[in-house]
């Protein structure tokens, strides 16, 4: 009597977290196109936190409810269960996206830093450096500390970044110099 008063408890339980499921999809739906992002994150990191965070306020919950066989093996339990791997797959290629943007990015900008750092044009000199590149080191750094993997070619890159801010610092320096000379 005691144990199905409990399990009526925990199915009840179960059911609410049903409900919670189906807000945080509401939640995925509304907003992933543009999600509310935490305040001076980078575009990147801040996506993929956004979905961490999702993902956390469902998976969390979902693991304790599986320690209880009784909960998993009701035909409304069952129901439940799918809409949760539903809402992880989409969480999951969301966040998915976004490293793959990321990565992407990454390319673009090291063929960017193949290019000449000064360059003429009309008997002027300029800085050919990409500011892009300073957003990537950001984004970087906030996903390392976030613990993604990242790839060589962003970890040598970020090893450089005082000198990429020393030189582009200098050569603007020296255009501006040059100008006030002439």
């Not at 009309?122 to 990409?130: A, L």
Request: glycine share 2%; proline share 3%.
């Amino acid at each position: 009597s005691l144990r199905s008063e409990l399990d009526n408890k925990y199915t009840v339980i179960f059911h609410n977290y049903g409900l919670q499921l189906e807000h945080v999809q509401k939640i995925y739906e509304k907003y992933k196109k543009k999600p509310r992002v935490v305040r001076n994150a980078p575009p990147v990191a801040g996506n993929i936190i956004w979905a961490r965070q999702l993902t956390r306020k469902i998976e969390d919950p979902m693991k304790k409810f599986q320690q209880i066989p009784a909960i998993m093996k009701s035909k409304e339990s069952k129901k439940i269960i799918k809409n949760f791997n539903k809402v992880m797959k989409a969480l999951f290629k969301f966040e998915s996206l976004w490293v793959d943007e990321w990565h992407k990015r990454i390319r673009v900008a090291k063929e960017g830093l193949e290019a000449t750092l000064l360059v003429k044009s009309n008997d002027k000199y300029h800085v050919n450096f990409d500011r892009e590149i300073f957003q990537l080191l950001r984004e970087t750094k906030w996903l390392m500390r976030m613990g993604a993997d990242i790839p060589e070619s962003a970890r040598i890159v970020l090893l450089q970044e005082q000198k990429f801010k020393h030189y582009y610092n200098l050569l603007a320096h020296l255009i501006h110099e040059y100008e006030h000379l002439c």
